[in-house]
């Protein structure tokens, strides 16, 4: 169907870009601001599971360092352990 306008020109709607635009720009903002969100929500859960971690590990540390032979248990270095 064709739409004719026989108004003259000053009385006719025109058509704005910004009444256009509008709704595309108010769903980018949307948008933005969710993935915003999401991935603030992902740092910070990436961030406390890094922490937890790290506390683990500062626990764990000493007992890595004695079976992966850079510290001994009795207190002697690699050069005492060498020489017997």
């Known amino acids: 169907m064709i739409k004719i306008n ?9 058509m704005n870009a910004m009444r256009i635009l509008s ?9 933005f601001l969710l993935a915003t969100f999401f991935f603030y929500g992902d740092y910070f859960r990436a961030r406390s599971v890094y922490k937890s971690v790290k506390k683990e590990w500062v626990r764990v540390n000493p007992a890595m360092a004695i079976l992966n032979g850079k510290v001994y248990p009795n207190g002697g270095g690699r050069e005492e352990r060498d020489s017997r």
Do not use: F, G, M
Not at 6 to 14: A, I, N, S, V
């Open 6 to 14: 026989l108004l003259p020109q000053e009385l006719r709607k025109k």
């Open 23 to 31: 709704p595309l720009v108010i769903l980018a903002a949307v948008l």
